[in-house]
């Protein structure tokens, strides 16, 4: 199969699983190279987790997120149905580790991964899934000449970013369907259902690339 087809089918499924959706624009986020955005995340998500980790730093990143949003000026409705689904998963975890591990490290915890996760939306709401793909196609193109499958490998990096939300949306909706129950935050009322959702998308996924010929030669 051909390079170019392969590029193709792998939009096609991008396009398929996508959870963020892109708002066309011509902000200067809008205009930045997919690589230098896809380098920026891995920098901010390695600074706020690894490096800087602190409750004040991830305060400051998210805050940085917020001003991002307003450059970028999608409408607010896209804002929230990008920002708020994940928040009944963040609470869960905050409350969690402020059990075992005490309040700080659990309010850190919610910063950081809010921020990381606001700022992975950022990219996928200002790039379209074609410029995501040939830039991190072209990155990987020096490896080639070592037989690495870097299509296979772009098409994985591009949908984990944009699987990330639809992974939270299910976390949400378990929550709220066990509440709904009175089974609260039970492990097993929550974690089954995702679960279960995981497995049957991971399912599509693969009968997709399966029916398109993906890693046929």
């Given amino acids: ?22 708002v066309p624009g011509r902000t200067w986020i809008h205009r930045l190279g997919p690589g230098w955005k896809m380098l920026a995340l891995i920098a901010i998500i390695i600074s706020i987790s690894f490096i800087f980790r602190s409750l004040p730093v991830a305060i400051g990143a998210c805050a940085a997120a917020a001003v991002c949003y307003v450059i970028i000026r999608v409408p607010w409705r896209t804002a929230l149905s990008q920002l708020l689904p994940p928040l009944p998963v963040l609470v869960f975890f905050t409350v969690f580790t402020g059990i075992f591990e005490g309040w700080y490290a659990a309010f850190t915890l919610l910063f950081v991964l809010y921020a990381c996760i606001a700022f992975a939306t950022i990219v996928t709401l200002t790039t379209p899934v074609a410029r995501m793909l040939d830039s991190l196609d072209h990155a990987l193109a020096p490896l080639r000449r070592f037989h690495v499958p870097t299509e296979s490998i772009t098409l994985v990096l591009v949908l984990t970013i944009r699987l990330i939300p639809v992974q939270l949306q299910a976390f949400a909706d378990a929550v709220d369907a066990a509440r709904a129950r009175g089974a609260g935050f039970s492990t097993t009322a929550v974690l089954v259902p995702v679960l279960v959702r995981s497995i049957r998308r991971s399912q599509q996924l693969g009968d997709a690339l399966v029916a398109r010929g993906v890693g046929d030669d």
């Fill in 1 to 22: 199969m051909s390079r170019r087809r392969t590029t193709q089918i792998h939009r096609a499924l991008v396009d398929q699983a996508m959870l963020g959706t892109y």
